[in-house]
Nanobody, 125 residues
Framework: QVQLVESGGGLVQAGGSLRLSCAAS????????MGWFRQAPGKEREFVAA????????FYADSVKGRFTISRDNAKNTLYLQMNSLKPEDTAVYSC??????????????????WGQGTQVTVSS
């Protein structure tokens, strides 16, 4: 069982930055591939970024590439999402997720086994 708790969301002006954190319980965090997803009101959940268990490979949605950076600190059981140059269209609930399986299809939400409750990010224009 893995429990995930996000933090760091809030209200920011366009062009600003936020760093989201996802704290994971348990001693197996370092063996899990991790991802960030977001869901805006009235829209489907969408992939944002993912990182493999050792942190050597990262993946991004085209809409955030060059602005967002995903990273992890396995010693602290924590996943991060640094978000720069934020735009109003980035407004959404951001959730982290853990994949305890093979690590394939990390852009696909159905790959993930555990989810956090989400943190709201609001970007004003």
């Amino acid at each position: 069982q893995v429990q995930l708790v996000e933090s760091g969301g809030g209200l920011v002006q366009a062009g600003g930055s936020l760093r989201l954190s996802c704290a994971a319980s348990g001693r197996t965090f370092s063996r899990h591939n991790m991802g960030w997803f977001r869901q805006a009101p009235g829209k489907e959940r969408e992939f944002v970024a993912a990182i493999n268990w050792i942190g050597g490979s990262t993946f991004y949605a085209d809409s955030v590439k060059g602005r967002f950076t995903i990273s992890r600190d396995n010693a602290k059981n924590t996943l991060y999402l640094q978000m720069n140059s934020l735009k109003p269209e980035d407004t959404a609930v951001y959730s982290c997720a853990a994949d305890v399986g093979s690590g394939y299809k990390l852009r696909d939400a159905t790959t993930y086994d555990y989810w956090g409750q989400g943190t709201q990010v609001t970007v004003s224009s």
